[in-house]
């Protein structure tokens, strides 16, 4: 968009403006067709460009589906625990603030994560804030998530990953996060052995979070 439009002109962007920042506000292609309309209050933002808040006003009209805002994160670097208690991957978490409460959120996960060969398992989770999720019902004492690994070999990578569409019912910040225990070590982005070797790999885990309109 351009950086000003008088009332009745063209924008950059093929939009015209067709009332002042005083009153409502429309913007119509260059056929007619109305791309956008502001309340007077909704205008009040509106003083040659339209600012973060009018944008989300616009985000929040597109259709059921479309991808509202994306938010990503990759480590690069490796991490390895002892617990065997569930805790944060440091690095693999990516926060995001809804629209609209009614909306849902699409995560996806790749992690590259194991534990020792023949003897301990990485057992992985997904987390909204603190509770858990992507997971399967309760059944004793059996760990929750959406993925264990224990390799065959200490100087083999596995990749896990998981696809999630979340309702966290709000429009405040939420973050989501990868967590890992094991029965021994588990490690992420590196092998087992890690040896200074061409033939060992280290690696990249990710999460992306997409907010989808209702």
Do not use: W
């Amino acid at each position: 968009m351009a950086s000003s439009i008088s009332a009745g002109t063209t924008s950059g962007t093929a939009l015209v403006h067709t009332a002042d920042t005083t009153g409502a506000l429309e913007l119509k292609t260059n056929n007619g067709t109305t791309a956008l309309t502001l309340s007077t209050a909704q205008n009040a933002t509106f003083a040659g460009t339209l600012t973060t808040a009018a944008q989300g006003i616009a985000k929040a009209s597109l259709p059921a589906g479309a991808v509202l805002q994306v938010v990503s994160t990759t480590k690069t670097d490796t991490f390895s625990t002892g617990s065997s208690s569930f805790v944060d991957i440091t690095g693999l978490s990516v926060s995001i603030t809804p629209i609209s409460s009614s909306n849902k959120v699409f995560v996806t996960v790749d992690v590259t994560g194991q534990g020792q060969a023949a003897v301990s398992v990485a057992t992985f989770r997904l987390v909204r804030d603190s509770t858990v999720i992507d997971a399967g019902a309760a059944a004793g004492s059996r760990a929750l998530g959406f993925a264990a690994s224990i390799p065959t070999d200490n100087n083999c990578s596995i990749t896990q990953g998981t696809n999630f569409l979340d309702s966290p019912s709000s429009t405040s910040s939420v973050t989501y996060k990868v967590q890992v225990r094991s029965n021994g070590t588990a490690f992420v982005n590196r092998t087992t052995a890690d040896g200074d070797d061409p033939n060992i790999l280290r690696t990249a885990s990710t999460i992306t979070v997409m907010e989808i309109a209702a």
